[in-house]
């Protein structure tokens, strides 16, 4: 089964029902003659249809081009998966949108550091006069006295703080094993930092690869709003000037002994700190941002597959 075709279908049915074309991102897994083909989505149901819906024609042979010349029983197989799809429910991502969330949020992600992070910009925060809400593993902690203890940094962890009425601002770890399993559990934040990408946790929930948790570690700066800040590890080649990461606007990055520049529409540089290198990006275009708005929904094609 040619995985172009698998994709071409998924565009096409995407557009057909409403869910669009872009975003369709494919990646070539750890295991042999295994992909992984990832698409944002708006309506859970109908996205998990599209998706049996593309690998079933591409199994097939259907082309996924408009004009084809199909067989009655490829126009019959069509027909009937395009049914299923339009007969599928639409259920909304569970999550707080940015018009009911009251307070600015920090998202904080990485393999290594996200809790020490975390705590750090936390305590800035309250020395500055903040009243901080924030998720850690260890817990729910409110002006740094923990009020939830437990491994709070998926979006049940997210919800507590963006419901409370007594802080100012959140300050959020980001695992990714929610990100994974249920999202981020908010449309976006304003400031976003990436500590670094290793291979501490792969093998787990279907990521063997750093590319791939790469992809998954990307989620929470493509959050970022677009006249927010996106921290970086300048030093990770995994970092935002590259693919996977791709931030609102993707910049042309290049590091010097001390710091990095960027070069590229909306993306400007404003953070080097110490030996270990950091960069800040901020977005000035209000036009360009890069939408989570879509929950990513993962298709792994369990058989043998040419590119």
Partial sequence: MPVDSLVAWIR?????????????????????????VAFPWTGAERAHTIA??????????????????LTGAQERLVSRWSARIAESRTTAPAWVRDADRRIPVVSITGTNGKSTVTRLVTH???VAGKRVGTTTSDGVLVDERLVDPGDWTGPGGAW???????????VLETARGGLVLRGMGYESNDASVVTNVTSDHLDLQGIHTL????????TVARAT??????????????????APW????????????????STGAGRTPRLSIGSSRSVAFRSRSAGSRATTSRMRSPL???????G
């Fill in 52 to 69: 049996e819906a593309a690998l079933a024609l591409a199994d097939r042979d259907v082309s996924p081009a408009r004009r084809a010349h």
């Fill in 225 to 242: 709003q677009p006249a927010g800040w996106a921290v970086l590890n300048a030093d990770d080649p995994r970092r935002p000037c590259g």
């Fill in 211 to 218: 590319p791939e948790l790469a992809e998954v570690k990307a």
């Fill in 124 to 126: 800035i925060l309250k």
């Fill in 12 to 36: 096409r049915l995407r557009d057909d029902h409403g869910e669009g074309r872009g975003g369709v991102e494919v990646h070539r897994s750890s295991d042999p003659g295994h992909w992984i």
């Fill in 300 to 306: 792994r094609a369990r058989r043998a597959a040419s």
């Fill in 160 to 170: 507590q703080i963006l419901e409370r009425s007594d802080v100012d601002v959140g």
């Fill in 246 to 261: 791709r931030v609102a606007a993707e910049p042309t990055c290049s590091a010097t002994a001390g710091s990095s520049r």
